[in-house]
């Protein structure tokens, strides 16, 4: 006999279906009335059982997509200490603010901190030009305009 593996409601349904088969539904009989008592509580422990596992399954499946989205952070936070080793950047100041600024000799973009830029000027580390910071006009095309004063004619 090949016992297949049955789920608590289905054996339930399965005890359930014997008993309609002994006729005992509407006896009086003391006996039958455990039994039909015995098995409805089955019913009920085995649904319970049936809830719970459904539940399980969905805290799984939010726990699987929680961990990705941790994953995805993890990835973001520590993705910059990599490749830092031999970087430009890597003396600057993390608290401090950063300005991007292309030289207008090379086009080489270098990065300026706010107390180098409060200064007023920074040599190019590509190209060694003085790029100078005009506060009271400072936008990215003002770099590149910036008079010729260093020019040599
Ligand atoms: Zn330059």
């Known amino acids: 006999m090949g016992e297949k593996r049955m789920t608590p409601n289905e054996k ?12 005992l539904e509407d006896s009086t009989d003391d006996t039958a009335k455990v039994l039909k008592g015995i098995i409805d509580v089955l019913g009920d422990l ?3 059982i049936d ?5 399980v399954d969905e805290l799984d499946e ?3 997509e929680l961990g990705e989205i941790v994953d995805r952070i993890d990835d973001d936070l520590y993705d910059d200490d990599d490749d830092d080793d031999d970087d430009f950047f ?15 000799k090379c086009g080489d973009s270098v990065c300026v901190s706010e107390e180098i830029l409060l200064e ?3 040599e190019c580390p590509n190209c060694q030009k003085l790029l100078e910071f005009d506060f009271s006009t400072l936008t990215a ?8 004063e260093d020019s040599e004619d």
């Open 62 to 64: 939010e726990v699987a």
């Open 12 to 23: 339930v349904a399965y005890l359930k279906g014997l008993m309609a088969g002994l006729k």
């Open 141 to 148: 095309d003002d770099i590149n305009d910036s008079d010729d």
């Open 51 to 55: 809830d719970v596992a459904d539940y």
């Open 90 to 104: 890597e003396d600057f100041d993390e608290d401090s603010e950063y300005y991007e600024v292309v030289c207008p």
């Open 120 to 122: 007023g000027s920074i």
């Open 46 to 48: 085995a649904q319970e």
